[in-house]
């Protein structure tokens, strides 16, 4: 498979290494093969240690929902464990036990009507995790079908059209077909209408996420429940729900207990949630959880013994580093159920302050004021001619370091532009206060502009969610 080359460097065969610390011979090494000889530790080390100089700075980078940074604690947990492998459970029981504490307190957390019932794993992210909770649905569907005497080739899965791109995927990897309900400008999400007209007898599941990554806002999980629950009401067709969580799921119990959306909907089957990003680890963890063990067909579960007890495991990965696992439980004790709400809520005020203030400029018109997930979205108020445009101030805002991503709406409404910010736990209201001066001086600047940018300068980059 062949990438695209991320850096104009990349096009010489060779990297220099810096003559303070290479030894004779290593002044050069070949960049796209082996070398013959070794190097010292050290020179390896400075080499990609110098190389990494480049990436972006993790504290302005306003485009991803991912952690950037733990405790001085956690890394140190970190080194400890960077050794164990998950799947071992013979040699690493309690860090398998741990797996299955956060399990349940992550069960507990969603409203599991019985924690001891549920089943659930941590895989690599959300994207392993979604996989793993389609997968179930699939077959959980074709075993009905089966006992009904019905066909069972043509499994689709309902969603809308602004889900995440695991979502096309599952459906291009397991042969099921993604019914996606087209988002308007009005509904920018799925709608319990729009679920109604796609469903049929042929639907596996339907996925609302609890954060949309375009916009941050949670789609109407209630309503999309009730409506299922009435046509299964009238019709007898009885289709479940999983919630796409990746955000949300360590986000809504703390600051919006108040909003049903998990477990407490009889119609929701199983959930997911990415532990890296409002779970507050470092990139490597997820989770899924079902609400029942019969949830998840007995032909996907295998059976592992440790501890002289049998334990079952469903997951598409064998053997995976255990530390981010360790990370998730530091992160429960350390925090608690207070901890997060208090973290969250930071970024929550900063997100609605970022909102208020670009709402006051007559340029922009705000879509979400990072009232669900702490994220900020806008786009260029109408009626007003300009030489500028968002991917332009994207580009302004970066040279002054700001990651702040432009980008079309999804595909039925790919007319409209947005720029988004995702608050994350670190981006404090001085960092905010500083970005909205560059954003001001930058549409200043863009205003005072008297022709449109030349294009190859305003090469758009692409960006994925
Ligand atoms: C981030 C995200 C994913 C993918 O999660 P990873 O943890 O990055 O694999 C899936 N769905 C939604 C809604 C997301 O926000």
Known sequence: MRYKRAHRGAESDEVAVNPLFARRGEERVPRFSLPTEEMLPETAYQLIHDELLLDGNARQNLASFVTTWMEREADDLYREAADKNLVDRDEYPLTAAVEERCVHIIAGLWHAP????????????????????????????????????????????????AVQVVWEKFANYWGVEARQVPVTAEHPHLTAAGVLDAVDENTIGVVPVLGLNFTGCYEPVAEIASALDDLSDRTGLDIPIHVDAASGGFFAPFLHPEVRWDFRLNRVHS????????????????????????????????????????????????????????????????????????????CQDVAVHIAGELDKSDAFEVISAGTDLPVVCWRLADGRRRNWDLYDLSNRLRDRGWMVPAYPMPKDIQDMVVMRIVVRNGFSIDLAHLLLDDVREAVDYLNHLEAPLPRDVRETKSFHH
């Open 271 to 346: 959930i997911n949630a990415s532990g890296h990003k409002y779970g507050l680890v470092y990139p490597g963890v997820g989770w899924v959880v079902w609400r029942l063990r019969e949830h998840v067909p007995d032909e996907l579960v295998f059976d592992v013994s440790y501890l002289g007890g049998d334990i079952a495991t469903y997951g598409l990965n064998f053997s995976r580093p255990g530390a981010q696992v360790l990370l998730q439980y530091f992160n429960f004790l350390r925090l608690g159920r207070r901890g997060f709400t208090r973290v969250h809520q930071v």
């Open 114 to 161: 019985d924690t001891q019932q549920a089943m659930g794993v941590s895989t690599v992210g959300s994207s392993e995790a979604c996989m793993l909770a389609g997968l179930a649905l699939k077959r959980h569907w074709q075993r009905a079908r089966r006992e009904a005497g019905k066909p069972s080739d043509r499994p689709n899965i309902v969603l809308s059209s």
